[in-house]
């Protein structure tokens, strides 16, 4: 007889060897049950399967098919992951659909596609990541789409590629451009020669031929960057000693208001104050090393005051005769043959605009330009490299004033003509020509330029309740800034080519009455003075439309 051990023992072993093998049968029919068919609408060989008139991308495509294809398709998006299921994909081709959009990371999990064609459809939008993870992609054609622009670095990180196919598109060659000409000229890749259908300056030149620097991408604009809370009607900065300061007149709380730049919070900050009455100009001067602040008032009397270092603090040192100035309303400071001098604008009709100078001591009245006029303003500058005052009145045109210098007077040169009701003049130079901004309250302000024997009208600007068109310049960069009671602000950039300001932003400042730069640690500020509402800062900033 034989063990009886054994015999269990065998038995048991041949009942898991047939349990094993039934188990892994099922499990290979079951296999074969999920073997994943040819879609409906596409047409499946060994390795290829073609669709078309389908809906939507299918999820499932035998797990031996390296190539596929969409002709005539109903969908108008490649939506992300569309491919995540077919990651043996080695060519993916669209043609003749009505696709529009390729949305991010469309052909994720396509490690081994090595050829993307996308070509005669309607594709207006690529999303910048489009192509992400396409690492073995060496083809890529877009052709015959509706595409005017490419995202910036959308075929970034496809080291592989040696062909980009973009010819029969409306690629507009501006700055949104420019990414792909810098990288046209990095890259292996090479591309057939493709057209600009704009802007004008590039329309119809070859993309393959343009160069980076053909791009003028940098432009500039003022950014709100503090707001002060005080109202105030002019601003003026200066320097003295090794730092820079601000000094706005506020007329309601009767302070000249002086601020100084924080290195450390990086924002102005203040620094002193000059208390007085009705204030509407604070104009700092300084000479030999010496701050003076001339305070014009409304009621009271004007006023200098000096900054006393040692003691850290303002001092008034002089008053200004109020049978001459009564009210004031501008102060220009300016040096002729080393001498200073202030000239103050008075708008009453029993004052006088009166010149200053400084003799050592203090400050006397030099000459006194015309009594009863009205003045509103008061602007120096140099016409054929000699010295001249420009005086805008509410009662006359404004007057131009040159200087004599055997008498060291101002003599009546001329005025300008057609120019009644002017508010208030500014000048600036553009290559060496002179021009000057006239503000207008209600009407058309204007820019003019200096031909040599007289001013001439260059632009007209509608103006509303303007009080203020102040030109400022920055680099290379020319404004001029025209204030409004009754709208926005508006900021125009000088245009080189056809030698005029264009529009260039709009600001929302109250009821704005001056406007002055300041530059700090490699920096530009514009302060903006205002009547109604907070006093604000705004920075120069550039933005590189390319990016």
């Given at each position: 007889m034989g063990d009886p051990g054994r015999a269990v023992g065998g038995w048991k072993g041949r009942t898991l060897l047939l349990w094993v093998a039934a188990v892994s049968f099922i499990l290979a029919d079951g296999r074969r049950v999920r073997q994943a068919r040819c879609p409906a609408g596409c047409t499946c060989t060994k390795d290829n399967a073609l669709c078309e008139n389908v809906r939507s991308v299918p999820h499932a495509f035998?797990?031996?098919?390296v190539s596929l294809s969409f002709v005539k398709s109903g969908f108008n998006e490649i939506v992300s992951g569309s491919f995540v299921h077919t990651p043996a994909l080695q060519l993916l081709l669209f043609t003749a659909n009505s696709l529009d959009l390729i949305d991010e990371d469309?052909?994720?999990?396509?490690?081994?596609?090595?050829?993307?064609?996308?070509?005669?459809?309607?594709?207006?939008?690529?999303?910048?990541?489009?192509?992400?993870?396409?690492?073995?992609?060496?083809?890529?054609?877009?052709?015959?789409n509706n595409l005017e622009t490419l995202p910036r670095d959308v075929f970034k990180g496809m080291d592989a590629l040696t062909k980009v196919d973009l010819r029969g598109n409306n690629l507009i060659c501006d700055c949104k451009l420019k990414w792909l000409v810098e990288w046209m000229h990095h890259t292996n890749a090479t591309l057939d020669q493709i057209y600009c259908s704009g802007p004008a300056v590039h329309q119809g030149k070859k993309i393959?031929?343009?160069?980076?620097h053909s791009f003028d991408c940098i432009i500039a604009e003022f950014a709100s960057y503090q707001s002060l809370k005080f109202e105030?009607?002019?601003?003026?900065?200066?320097?003295?000693?090794?730092?820079?300061?601000?000094?706005?007149?506020?007329?309601?709380?009767?302070?000249?208001?002086?601020?100084?730049?924080?290195?450390?919070?990086?924002?102005?900050?203040?620094y002193d104050t000059i208390e007085s009455t009705s204030t509407v100009v604070c104009k700092p001067m300084v000479i030999d090393d010496h701050l003076f602040v001339i305070v014009a008032q409304l009621f009271g009397g004007s006023h200098i005051y000096k900054r006393d270092t040692s003691?850290?603090?303002?001092?008034?040192?002089?008053?200004?005769?109020?049978?001459?100035?009564?009210?004031?309303?501008?102060?220009?400071?300016?040096?002729?043959?080393?001498?200073?001098?202030?000239?103050?604008?008075d708008s009453s009709?029993?004052?006088?605009t009166t010149v200053y100078k400084w003799n050592g001591n203090g400050f006397y009245s030099h000459q006194s330009l015309h009594p009863w006029f009205r003045d509103t303003d008061v602007e120096y500058l140099e016409i054929s490299g000699k010295p001249h005052l420009?005086?805008?009145?509410?009662?006359?045109?404004?007057?131009?004033?040159q200087w004599n210098r055997n008498k060291k007077q101002f003599e009546r040169r001329t005025d300008i003509p057609d120019m009644e009701d002017v508010f208030s003049v500014k000048h600036f130079q553009v290559k060496g020509e002179l021009f000057i901004c006239l503000t207008r309250f209600i009407g058309d302000s204007k820019v003019m330029r200096w031909d040599g024997a007289m001013f001439k009208e260059v632009q007209t600007f509608p103006s509303r309740g303007s009080m203020v068109f102040q030109p400022v310049s920055i680099g290379n960069w020319q404004y001029s800034i025209l204030g409004s009671d009754y709208s926005l602000t508006q900021v125009y950039q000088w245009d080189t080519e056809t030698s005029q300001f264009v529009p260039s932003q709009e600001l929302n400042?109250?009821?704005?009455?001056a406007f002055s730069l300041v530059s700090i640690d490699n920096r530009v500020f514009l302060l903006a003075s205002s009547f109604k509402g907070k006093t604000q800062i705004y920075e120069h900033i550039m933005i590189d439309l390319s990016n």
């Open positions: 035998p797990s031996d098919v469309s052909f994720m999990g396509l490690p081994h596609l090595e050829y993307l064609f996308i070509e005669n459809n309607q594709i207006a939008s690529i999303s910048p990541h489009a192509f992400r993870g396409l690492k073995a992609l060496i083809h890529l054609s877009l052709a015959y393959n031929d343009l160069l980076p105030s009607i002019s601003v003026g900065a200066f320097n003295f000693g090794e730092d820079q300061f601000v000094v706005f007149a506020q007329p309601f709380a009767g302070t000249c208001s002086f601020l100084e730049w924080d290195h450390v919070e990086m924002t102005f900050r203040t003691a850290n603090r303002f001092i008034k040192i002089q008053d200004i005769d109020i049978l001459k100035i009564r009210k004031p309303n501008d102060i220009e400071t300016f040096v002729i043959d080393g001498e200073s001098f202030f000239v103050i604008a009709k029993a004052g006088s420009i005086l805008s009145s509410s009662s006359q045109r404004p007057v131009v004033y400042i109250q009821a704005p009455r």
